[in-house]
């Protein structure tokens, strides 16, 4: 006879585990994340308007690499250039000084043709036979030749000074006017010496007859010059 409350061993009864509900309750948990989503979202939306609190150092250490990566352009000091001035004004050092260049020069080629060199040029000779002599100053009749070549560089280097902001020539509408200028005054040089000085019948033109071949390296200055006038054009 069994007694009452008396439960033998059964060899196919399972043992006893965890509760039945463990697995429910993971499920559920796993489950109702998704519920969480609209309060996960709301969170990002309040970070987002809430305002991004920067700490001074960093700050501090933003600025510091912004001022070497972009350093600003220091005004160029009129120190440097002792001739500039002021570059709205017109009679400026540089401006006189280029002037005094130009107009050195042109003298200076004119004197040597009409003054120092003789009427038919070195080495010619007169009605008596007598080698015709140069007048003027005697360093300048010694130079012959090469007071062109003088003349000639004191003008393209007073036209080549000219070319700077500080004067008229190197400013606004004076940068046209300068570079055509210089352009056209050389091609018309060349034109010249190859329209009236060569050929059959060629003409006696001043300055140009005691240059020959050489004209065409005045008229080439004068174009290089051009160039440097073309360097300030904006």
């Not at 008396?6 to 009864?13: L, Q």
């Not at 050092?93 to 280029?98: D, E, L, Q, V």
Request: net charge positive; charged share 20%.
């Amino acid at each position: 006879m069994r007694q009452t409350g008396d439960r033998p061993d059964r060899p196919d009864r399972r043992p006893v585990g965890p509760p039945a509900c463990a697995p429910v309750i993971l499920t559920v948990s796993t489950t109702a994340s998704p519920l969480r989503a609209p309060a996960r979202a709301g969170a990002r939306r309040a970070s987002r308007r809430s305002p991004t609190v920067h700490d001074p150092a960093s700050r501090r250490t933003d600025r510091g690499a912004l001022f070497v990566a972009k350093l600003p352009r220091l005004p160029k000091s009129k120190d440097r250039d002792p001739l500039a001035g002021d570059r709205l004004a017109v009679l400026t050092p540089r401006t006189i000084i280029a002037a005094l260049l130009v107009i050195a020069g042109i003298a200076l080629i004119v004197y040597y043709y009409f003054g120092i060199r003789p009427t038919d040029g070195f080495g010619s000779f007169n009605s008596d036979g007598k080698p015709n002599q140069p007048g003027g100053p005697a360093f300048l009749a010694d130079l012959e030749g090469y007071n062109y070549l003088i003349g000639f560089i004191a003008m393209f280097l007073g036209l080549a000074i000219s070319a700077h902001p500080s004067t008229p020539l190197g400013r606004g509408r004076g940068v046209v006017v300068g570079m055509l200028g210089c352009f056209l005054l050389g091609l018309l040089w060349i034109c010249i010496f190859y329209i009236f000085l060569t050929g059959n019948d060629p003409k006696d033109i001043p300055i140009f007859n005691d240059l020959g071949q050489k004209n065409l390296f005045v008229g080439i200055g004068f174009m290089a010059v051009g160039f440097t006038f073309a360097t300030r054009w904006e």
